[in-house]
Every structure is written in structure tokens, then in C-alpha cells.
């Protein structure tokens, strides 16, 4: 094994064009577990703890830039106004040691159905920034999962950064697993609203080969709630709309039984949870509406 | 490979290391401090938590060659490092790189290998060489198999650098990282909890 140790961005794009097998380790919160159960044994290590431009973040007019090794510790600390949906995902993560290790562009790069941020940043809206010596481009969140553990990258690509819609409306978060600290999801689910287009978001973790958006549901009660008026009235979500929401929600998954939960449970739980953050979203706007329209 | 980086204050070397190592590896195998204890390997259970730049990490899942130049603290260095921190308001990776005399900061690596808590002075303290966590961890009986207990002191300690006044949810949090199988923390909450009423005291 080679332990690659590039001092910039640029050699580092460099050494991952020379050595296309070489595995990225930023946070190595999943790298090293692999390698210390001798599940792994890469041929390079290319080690991107020396790139302190990764570690930074920049709060643009639309969005997030984030860099690939902002820790979850620092996204609770510093982006949660910007980015509440993330912030929820990151504090769910693991444990204190965990979050001040690893962050959103190892959790894009082994691309694990169970990834915790993968929910929030589908429910965000969110681009992929990857580089090669070739040139840089944006994979929209959407196209970046391909299958279990693998994602859009090519060989000779890192992750430099994902861009992040800021919140133009409530975000919420839930993950169901056996205690609160240091589980992996039996599923999650991320829930955004987006006032300015009218339009809600989700995410799905840990309920299919890759983390998916439940779309059929979104355009349901994108329907639904334009139909009704409610973005304007912000009355109650009419409980009938809620449960169907919900049911479409479940109906997204594409589960599988395992040792942290069967499939059957795993589509109950995701409805749960839609029809859950969906309520606790849509209080949080009520209120913001009541505010800025005053109390006449 | 060759990695350099500071221990506790002082500059160390460790030579043969393979690229695939872990952190936690190099200190135990390499460098002789057992403190930090190996237990799941997989980042789970916490008992082999140490400051990486003063940040808490669980030092299996740092590949050794990335804290080449960097400054580890583990659970032999404590003590010093608290004293250091109540003296000095810290101490800086460059003065204790500088000079490795008496009273320079940090602590050798013979002094950390050879270091133990001194239980027969756990009643007044007198003699011992231990941080205020430590102390309180005897005092409140939160040790019983101490195999998770080198991970929970440097956790809990960083947390009180942070936060001096917990709340029991604050502790809970910060020791969420950190599995005990003997006590069912109890105790361990009140040694804590003790550790932050007696630092206020002291203030």
C-alpha cells in the first residue's frame, strides 16, 4: 500500500489521475473500518486531510458551497440556519467523535443507501462538485446515486464540494434506529419545504438501493396544496392529504429485510415519518406566516 | 514510512509504520502508551478516543499518516494537560516543540509510559499525579472493569474545557460517543458532574 499525501488541490487531482484506484480518505470514518477489518486493501491511500480548503464553506446568495470535508460538527455549529435539513442529518450522525471527523463528501463517496446526509441534501436540493485533471463539473443530487455504494463519479474525480440550496422554508429530519447515538439508519427520511417555489422536497435513506426522492408524492401534494390554497391561507393540511402524502411516501420504497429491520417495517416507518415532518414543517410555516402578516 | 508528530507535548517518531495503520496502532504497538484502549476498532464504542488538535476523535479510524506534524493528546498525557491548561490557559504545540527541559509543557514519553492513577491516594489526591476528571472518576466509583475509562476521561474532559457548566442532557451528549458496560453510567454522570461543580468551586 502507498499512503499518497498531496499538499494542494491540485496535486491531489494529479495523483488521482495517475493512480485512477487510489481511495480518497478525508474523515476515514468508513475508510479505516474497511481496512481494519481487512475488508479493504486499496493499493493507494490518497489522504486529503492537508487540503485545508476542503474544510471551508462559503455562504453564497442561493446556496451552500460546502466543502467535502466540512465536519458534521461544524455544519451543527455554523450552518444551521442556512442549511436546517443538513444540520438535523449531521446531529444524527453517529457520535461527538464521529461528527468532528467525518462530513458530507465521505458520506457522497461511499454513497451508502444509509448515508445520513443524503436524505436532507435530496430534500434541499443540492449539486455534486467534482473534479478530475480534466476540468470540474456539477452532478445534480438527483443523478448522483447510481446504485448501493456507488454514485456518478469517474474514476479519475474527487468530490471538492457540494453546493446546497439555502432554506427558503422549513426543514426537518428524522431517522428511526434502535437508540439515538451511533446507529445506522434502519431508514430515514428528510422533508423540505420551499415557499418561494411552492414546492416540497423529500429524501429517503436506508428504504431502497440508493437514497431516492419520493417524486410521486411530492407532485401530490405540490397538487394539493396549490388546489386548496394553502400556501396562501396556511391553514391545517387536511388530514386525508397527509395520509395519502404518507402513503405515497411508503409506497417510493424499494426496501430490503435486514438485520436492522424488515422491508415491511421499513415502509411503515418511512410513511410515519412523512406524515410526521410534514406536520412539524408546515406548523413551523403557519407560524412564520402568522408573523409576517401581522396580528389585525 | 516514517511518521512524525507531537505526543503529549513532546515530538515523536515512529518508524515501519504501514500505510493501512491506524492511529490508535502507532501509540499502542509503536509508542508503548496502552492507555487508549482498542476495543471494537470500527468507531463504535469510543474507548480509544484522543485529541487530535485538540478536537476529540477516536484515534482507530485515523490513518497514521495523517497526523504527520499534528498534536495528540491521549489519556497518559491528561494530567499534565490539565495542569497545563489551569496554569497557562493552555499549551502551545510550538513552545512545547521548542524545548523538552524541566517544566516544558507536555509529557515524556518514558513519564507517559510508566504512568499510572496511584490508587492509594485516591482519598486526598496527595501525591498523585491526576487531572480533576480523573480524581472525580475515583472519588464517584466510576470505574469498574476501566477498560472504556481512558476514552470517557479525554471526552469528558474536553467537554468541561468547553462547557464548564453542563447540563446532565450536555454530558449525555458529549459521552454519547463512549460505551461503558459495567457501570450503566450512573456513576459516571456524578463524576462528572462532580468534576463541574468542583472546577466552578475552584474559579
Known amino acids: ?296 | 514510512m516514517r511518521v512524525s508528530f507531537t505526543v503529549n507535548g513532546r515530538p515523536q517518531e515512529a518508524d515501519d509504520v504501514w500505510e493501512g495503520e491506524s492511529l490508535l496502532y502507532v501509540l499502542r504497538e509503536r509508542m508503548g502508551l496502552p492507555g487508549s484502549k482498542n476495543a471494537c476498532e470500527q468507531g463504535e464504542c469510543g474507548s480509544c478516543t484522543v485529541r487530535l488538535d485538540n478536537v476529540p476523535v477516536c484515534s482507530c479510524l485515523v490513518a497514521a499518516g495523517q497526523v504527520e506534524g499534528r498534536d495528540v493528546v491521549t489519556v497518559e498525557g491528561l494530567a499534565d494537560f490539565a495542569k497545563q491548561r489551569e496554569q497557562h490557559g493552555g499549551c502551545a504545540s510550538e513552545a512545547s516543540g521548542a524545548s523538552a527541559g524541566p517544566g516544558a509543557c507536555g509529557t515524556p514519553l518514558d513519564a507517559a509510559k510508566r504512568w499510572e492513577a496511584r490508587p492509594s491516594d485516591s482519598q486526598t489526591g496527595e501525591g498523585a499525579e491526576l487531572a480533576p476528571i480523573q480524581q472525580a472518576f475515583i472519588d464517584a466509583g466510576a470505574v469498574q472493569c476501566g477498560f472504556c475509562t481512558p476514552g470517557l476521561l479525554v471526552a469528558a474532559d474536553e467537554m468541561l474545557e468547553r462547557n464548564p457548566t453542563p447540563t446532565d442532557a450536555d454530558i449525555r451528549e458529549a459521552l454519547s460517543g463512549n460505551l461503558c458496560r459495567c457501570t450503566g453510567y450512573e456513576k459516571i454522570m456524578d463524576a462528572v458532574r462532580l468534576a463541574a461543580a468542583r472546577q466552578g468551586e475552584a474559579v
Open chain 1, 1 to 296: 500500500m502507498d499512503f499518497l499525501r498531496p499538499a494542494s488541490w491540485e496535486e491531489a487531482l494529479a495523483a488521482k489521475a495517475a493512480h485512477p484506484t487510489a481511495v480518497p480518505i478525508a474523515g476515514g470514518t468508513d475508510v479505516m473500518v474497511e481496512i481494519n477489518f481487512d475488508h479493504r486493501r486499496p493499493e493507494y491511500l490518497l489522504d486529503l486531510n492537508r487540503i485545508g480548503e476542503l474544510d471551508d464553506w462559503e455562504v453564497g446568495e442561493e446556496s451552500v458551497r460546502l466543502g467535502a470535508s466540512v465536519p458534521y460538527s461544524a455544519i451543527m455549529d455554523n450552518l444551521r440556519g442556512e442549511l436546517p435539513g443538513l444540520a438535523l442529518a449531521s446531529h444524527t450522525v453517529a457520535s461527538p467523535q464521529i461528527r468532528n471527523r467525518g462530513g458530507v463528501g465521505g458520506n457522497l463517496g461511499t454513497a451508502s443507501p444509509a448515508g445520513d446526509a443524503h436524505p436532507a441534501l435530496l430534500a434541499a436540493g443540492a449539486e455534486v462538485e467534482a473534479e478530475s485533471v480534466r476540468g470540474s463539473r456539477l452532478i445534480p443530487i438527483d443523478a448522483f446515486y447510481t446504485g448501493v455504494k456507488r454514485n456518478a463519479l469517474a474514476p479519475d474525480e474527487l468530490i471538492r464540494a457540494v453546493h446546497i440550496k439555502k432554506a427558503d422554508g422549513p426543514q426537518q429530519y428524522s431517522k428511526v434506529g434502535t437508540r439515538n447515538a451511533m446507529v445506522i439508519a434502519v431508514c430515514a427520511f428528510g422533508l423540505a419545504l420551499h415557499p418561494a417555489t411552492r414546492t416540497v422536497r423529500t429524501g429517503i435513506g436506508s428504504a431502497a438501493p440508493t437514497p431516492v426522492r419520493a417524486k410521486a408524492a411530492e407532485e401530490f401534494l405540490n397538487a394539493a396544496l396549490e388546489e386548496g390554497g394553502f400556501w396562501d391561507n396556511g391553514k391545517i393540511i387536511t388530514p386525508s392529504v397527509a395520509k395519502q402524502f404518507a402513503e405515497l411516501c411508503s409506497g417510493a420504497c424499494n426496501p430490503i429485510d435486514d438485520v436492522r429491520g424488515t422491508a415491511s417495517y421499513r415502509r411503515h416507518a418511512v410513511g410515519i415519518m412523512a406524515r410526521r415532518t410534514l406536520t412539524w414543517t408546515w406548523e413551523s410555516y403557519r407560524g412564520t406566516a402568522a408573523r409576517t402578516e401581522g396580528v389585525a
